[in-house]
Structures are given as C-alpha cells and as structure tokens.
C-alpha cells in the first residue's frame, strides 16, 4: 500500500464542487514536500494537474485549485463538468523511502 | 512541443529480458532529469526508476532493484530501461516522463503514451 491514503472513490454532479484528499505523513506532506496532482482520463497516459501544492500549468482550467495543510492535501474541482470524470492521483517525495517519489492510490471521479 | 515516445514493449517470458527506449523532443532533454513510471493492469502508477540529467545518480523502486537499470544517452535525446529477470507482475504499461525538481518538489512534467510490456509463458 501506498504512503500517500486516497479516498477510492468520490462522485458529484454537474456543476457541483468535490474534493479529494490525500493524506500523507511527516515523512512526505508534513515534512513540506510539494504536493502534485496527475489527472488520468479513460484510455490515456496521466497528464500533470496541480504542482508544488496549488500551481497550475498552462492550460488546466481554474476550476481545479490545490490545497496543503499538515500531513494533508486536497484537491477541489468546482463546476464539475462530465469530462471531469477520471483517475486522479496524488504524488510528494519521501525523506524515509530513499529518494522515492510514491503517487497515492488514486481516486475515481465519477460524473452523476 | 514537448514530445516523448516509448518504444521496445511487447510480450516476454518469465525471467526474459526487454530494453525499453524513449526518445525526446522539445526541450533540453540534457538539462531534465528523466523518469520511468508503470502502471499495472486497473492498478494505480509506481515511480519505476529516475535518472539525473548528468547520469550522476539513479533511483530505483524496491520492486525492481537489481533487476531493472536506467540510462540515459544526451546525445541521442533518449532514455532507457533494461529490465531482466522480469515476472508476472512487471507487466504493466510503461510510461517515459520528464521530471522536474526544485529544493522541496519532485513532479512529472510531461508524459509519454507507454509501452506495454506483458511478462507470460
């Protein structure tokens, strides 16, 4: 099991907010480590989302916006469209894993 | 445009061998390090292995250690994987990724589109 504790599953309708959580230690988000977001749509490689905590790059639309606090971060979709509907994982750096980069176990968004 | 290509996949033997290629385009591949993740069938991603642009030093996921190795070739733009003694559960699809780090974050920039590799008698 991964360092990183995601939720399996979340669901929301359209136009609804939803968060994902993602919960580390003081090892990983504790030790202030950044947080990044991967979005993984049906069928594709994952593409880059949220960087270092609440960065998005060119391109991402605002309605997905990234938060750290403690050994916790989230990641909140507002306006909730249905080609939203996608894996998404987390992802820090580890101090007590020897330099390795672990992802959390990645959460199922499903658009009602 | 950043672009990343995987090649070298395909269907091995248990304790077989596969050397997996990407070849990059669209940045400085010398000044990035670069990055192996896979992704086994309805499973979540694993950071395989990643390289320092210099080839300085190399990390290795536990799975894999002393069966996989990474390399890089700068002035052929390109990156591999030898994977040997492979198993059952290597199979997976193989994505190449571009890996930025700072002082307090390591992320995967851009992706590739994998390489499936499938380890069965």
């Known amino acids: 099991h991964s360092v990183l504790t995601q939720p399996p599953s979340v669901s929301g309708a359209p136009g609804q907010r939803v968060t994902i959580s993602c919960t580390g230690s003081s090892s990983n988000i504790g030790a202030n480590y950044g947080v990044h977001w991967y979005q993984q749509l049906p069928g594709t490689a994952p593409k880059l989302l949220i960087y270092a905590d609440n960065n998005r790059p060119s391109g991402v639309p605002d309605r997905f916006s990234g938060s750290k606090s403690g050994t916790s971060a989230s990641l909140a979709i507002t306006g909730l469209q249905a080609e939203d509907e996608a894996d998404y994982y987390c992802?820090?750096?580890?101090?007590?894993?020897?330099?390795?980069?672990?992802f959390g176990g990645g959460t199922k968004l499903t658009v009602l | 445009q950043v672009q990343l290509v995987e090649s070298g996949g395909g269907l091995v033997k248990p304790g077989g061998s596969l050397r997996l290629s990407c070849a990059a385009s669209?940045?400085?591949?010398?000044?990035?390090?670069m990055s192996w993740i896979r992704q086994a069938p309805g499973k979540g991603l694993e950071c395989v292995s990643y390289?320092?642009?210099?080839?300085?030093?190399?990390n290795y996921a536990d799975s894999v250690k002393g069966r996989f190795t990474i390399s890089r070739d700068n002035a052929k733009r390109s990156l591999y994987l030898q994977m040997n003694s492979l198993r059952a559960e290597d199979t997976a699809v193989y994505y190449c990724a571009l890996l930025r780090v700072s002082d307090w974050s390591y992320y995967f920039d851009y992706w590739g589109r994998g390489s499936q590799v499938t380890v069965s008698s």
């Open positions: 390289i320092t642009d210099s080839s300085t030093y190399a």
């Open positions: 992802q820090s750096y580890d101090s007590s894993l020897s330099g390795s980069l672990p």
């Open positions: 669209g940045f400085t591949f010398s000044d990035y390090y």
